[in-house]
């Protein structure tokens, strides 16, 4: 556990290193860096989980082939608002602050920024998966990522159908993005 | 009339009689002691007084002034004279207007073009360094015109703070709160010992007289600063009732002032005597002032409707003392050798039956108001039952006690012989033509029954004041460019969320007790909702400025961020309180689940039917939110005010079928004889129908002051019956029935005639006011009156003359 736990502080102190304070950087290198931490995260985000929290109960009224292509168009949905929100703080320095255990399973990993003058956190909530850690949520700016999502989706899947949501997720839903 | 009650009265008025001086003094006493509590009567016309006891629209009202810290404000419009609102002139004179505006001490915040935080005016900044720069219109980072594109499109200032054509800036101005006042009222609410609550209330009406004071007085100065700065015009609900209260101060010094004058002038033209124009200005004068003191001394306030008392009452009391006048000078003519003494016993005894009928059911016109269900026509009512029986019993009184003081006049004035011409024709034409008479009566009828049909309520602010009343004017300005009037509130409330507790999942118990942190509030429903709703309620053409959560969507939608539940909970995480004010508080309650949609109504479109539009929100919102499960709420001043406009036929319903009703169990009591009762309830209703005709098809609305018309007609109206009916049984008695009718016409005539005109006359002194519903009220109360006094004339005499016997009358 602390092996992994180790490694995610590398990576993200790696990355907030590469950021130098005080300086602004632009939008391809935003991508650029958030790409590279998808593809370091990738291993450690629990992305099925993840979608599956997202959809609540109703995750489990879907057919094996919809809950696939649900999975895949949620994590491609997840990627792309993620890259979206760093561009919001870009100028803001990440640090990473050290971690607390909510639950013998659970672990909180907390990195902090800078914003406006205020200490603003984002934390990586991890899970015990057959004895490794895996990223099951993610608090950015004190805002569950999974939360918001979920009262999206319920509240289309209230009113539509499957399908919507599917068509909805790979286009319109995203968190905030700056429109260029 | 029984002998044993006759000894009493004989009684008491040989007591008045042979001790003028001592019962003079005693009213004198009376006099002071109620006029030192007369000048505190206070005032009110706050939106607290315009609404129907038992509103339950109004408990909402209420929850949304607690729930939402909501401010009184007020709005200044000022136009450029040349080119539109960015000119650098009119820049100029913005900032001097709001530097006067500052020296104004109950100005809490004042909010224009000039002073509006801009987010996106400064092209070298981000979004979070124009956050911190504080950005405005004239900071050295804007650039002008992206500054001017982001206040026109602005969705808090557009129709706010500027004018879709650019021609009109709007200045906001939030008047300090009154914490003491809230203090107040939040101690009532918690309080539970009634004595304790009444305390409490006492304290917060003087609280609500001082917060009125100093509007006022704030308003004084905007006025002044009208004189420096042209066309700068001032609207807003508080202006609104600071200025109905301004008018009813001056109407009741006018009104007091130019019927004193009207009445004195008629009364010397008509009798001839200073003493008779003095003796009953001092009457009405003493019944004034002894009246408002009990008003005072019961807590009543004065409203926008109630403020008719004075002329009322000043009416009612002449018609009493004319009648008095007219029966001594009448014994006067006949005994003139008689003692001044036993002239007034003769005149007291015989007034003192049709004079106290007449004011009994002239109490009993005012307090069938009562069943109005409006507090101030129920206060009105109540004022003007105990007014009347002031004035009767004083009339009596003081006539009495003053007249034994005086000699008997050297010469009586008669009636000139044109008026007593009109007065034969109309008894000839009573006992001959009838039957015209009763064809026009028939007529009249289908008149007023197709009226009444087309009766409406249809009342806008704007349009209480006159076209030429600078009043009008700024809120016509500010009705159409800056975002309308009157405003109305939609309230949406969620279910509360229930966590299901059978989940046993880990993860779906976390995030389920996430999601009823107030962060995550502003969900993807919420602010689904309350786009449909705000998109719904802008595309109504009655609505002008809308503002609710969506302003808020939109707001950053203009600055190029999707706006969803991350943003909104992020925002609503990391806002500064003042911001969060501004732009969330306002519009969202998380506590009751609740979120808020105020909109501004063209309160001057002509083609608004208030009621249908309040009907055609609830229900196009009921149906668009139907799968929602939440609660639609339609409130705000325009529903309570429509409310009590909607309760103003009901109302009248009510008062007039109660006052018919007593009325005719009067007249049976009185005359003993249901012919005659029937007859008199007849010649009364018809001319009171016409008047309902008259609304109905001249398109007038019936307002607070129109309701009351009917009542006060009726009990005025009931007098000239009373007294004729009186007469004439008494003439009956020694001639033929036509005889009886020329008579009566020729002595009492005389009394109706005069009162008559006087009222008339005094009633006409309304229609100079600068309030729409007292010229209606005036103009409506004249005309009852002259068809009440020509019913009496002529429809009654031909009634009598066609259906009565004389073998039933002479017992």
Known sequence: MTQNIQKTLEILQKNTTKNPKDSAISSTQVENIAKEIFI???????????????????????????????????????????????????????????????????????????????????????????????????DILGISVIQTYRSQFSDILAHSDFQTLLAKLKS????????Q | MNPQNNNLFLRFYRAILNAPKLTLTFCAIIFFVFGFFALKLPIDASSDSL????????????????????????????????????????LTTLQNLTNDLKQIPQIDGILSILNAPLLKSAPNLELQESLKANLTLLSAQTDFELAKQELLHHPFYTQNLISKDLKTAGILIYLKNNTRLEQLRELKNTETNE????????????EKGKVQTQNDVTITMLKNLQNKYEGLQIGGITLIASDMIAYVKSDLITYGTSLSVILALMLWVFFGHLRFVFLTLLICLFTLVVSSGIFAAFGFKITVVSSNYVSLLLIINVSLVVHLIVAYLEFYSKFPKASQKNLLYATLLTKQMPSFFAAFTTMIGFLSLIYSNILPI??????????????????????????????????????????????????????????????????????????????????????????????????????????????????????NKVTQSSIDDEFEAEFNSLESQ???????????????????????????????????????????????????????????????????????????????????????????????????????????????????????????????????????VDTLSFVIGIIFLVFLWIFRNLKLAIIALLTNILPLSAIFGILGISGIPLDLMGVTIAAI???IGVDDVIHYIHRFKAEIKNHSLQDAILESHDSIGSAMYYTTFIIVVGFCAMMSSNFIPTIYFGFLTTLVMLLMLLSALLLLPALLNSFCKISALRF
């Open chain 1, 172 to 179: 319109e839903i995203t968190f905030e993005s700056p429109k």
């Open chain 2, 195 to 206: 004595s304790q609550k009444q305390e409490i209330q006492k304290l917060i009406e003087q």
């Open chain 2, 378 to 495: 129920i206060h009105l009512g109540i004022v003007m039952s105990l007014g009347v029986s002031v004035a009767l019993l004083f009339t009596f009184v003081l006539f009495a006690s003053v007249s034994a003081l005086l000699d008997k006049p050297k010469h009586t004035t008669k009636l000139s012989t044109r008026q007593q011409r009109f007065l034969e024709f109309c008894a000839n034409l009573a006992i001959r033509k009838s039957k015209m008479i009763y064809f026009f009566a028939i007529l009249c009828v289908a008149f007023s029954l197709y009226g009444i049909q087309n009766l409406k309520v249809e009342n806008s602010f704007v349009n209480y004041f006159k076209d030429s009343s600078q009043i009008k004017q700024g809120l016509l300005k500010i009705d159409k460019d800056l975002g309308g009037t009157v405003p109305l509130e939609i309230l949406l409330t969620f279910p």
């Open chain 2, 51 to 90: 609404i129907l006891e038992n509103d339950k629209d109004f408990k909402t009202y209420d929850s949304i002034i607690k729930n939402y810290t909501t401010q009184d404000f007020l709005i200044l419009a000022l136009s450029p004279k040349k080119g539109d609102v960015f000119h650098h002139d009119f």
């Open chain 2, 518 to 652: 107030d962060t995550y509030w502003f969900d993807s429903q919420k602010l689904r909702l309350a786009k449909i709703v705000h998109n719904y309620l802008e595309d109504n053409p009655y609505a002008g400025s809308v503002l609710s959560l969506h302003s808020l969507v939109r707001l950053i939608g203009n600055l190029g961020i999707n706006a969803d539940d991350w943003t909104i909970a992020f925002l609503y995480k990391n806002a500064r309180d003042t911001l969060k004010a501004q732009i969330f508080t306002p519009y969202a309650n998380l506590e009751q689940n609740q979120l808020r949609f105020v909109l501004r109504t063209f309160d001057s479109n002509p083609t608004l039917k208030r009621n249908d539009f309040i009907i055609q929100i609830r229900k196009d919102l009921e149906s668009l939110l139907q799968n929602e499960k939440v609660q639609v709420q339609v409130n705000g001043v325009m529903v309570l005010y429509n409310n009590l406009l909607q309760n103003l036929i009901s109302s009248q």
């Open chain 1, 40 to 138: 370091m995260f990738d291993s450690i985000f629990d992305y099925n989980l993840m979608a599956q929290l997202s959809l609540s109960k109703d995750y489990k009224t879907l057919t094996k082939i919809q809950q696939e292509e649900y999975t895949q168009a949620f994590e491609q949905n997840l990627k792309r608002s993620f890259t979206d929100k760093l561009r919001l703080y870009k100028d803001e320095k990440l640090e990473v602050l050290g971690g607390e255990q909510p639950k013998n399973n659970r672990y909180n990993l907390k990195t902090s920024m800078v914003l406006d003058g205020k200490l603003n956190y984002v934390i990586f909530k991890f899970y015990e998966k057959e004895g490794d850690w895996k990223i099951y949520d993610v």
């Open chain 2, 713 to 715: 007609s009726l009990g």
